[in-house]
């Protein structure tokens, strides 16, 4: 079992929060980071290596008025 860190990000890429995974290996790893999506981006990332990106689904009609 390996360890992994799934970042939450904000809209500017800044890091607002972390959550620890133990996988199996990287594509275990991406199965679970990816049913964390909650509306902000995600990186996984084990030790230095980052392992994959996932971007949150944005509303279309959204607006910043």
Do not use: N, P
């Amino acid at each position: 079992m390996a360890q992994y860190r799934v970042y939450q990000m904000d809209e500017r890429g800044h890091i607002t929060g972390r959550i620890d995974l133990t996988c199996t290996d990287d594509d275990d790893a991406r199965r679970q980071a990816a049913q964390l999506l909650d509306g902000t981006d995600l990186e996984l990332w084990q030790e230095a290596r980052r392992i994959a990106l996932f971007t949150a689904k944005k509303d279309v009609g959204q607006s910043d008025r």
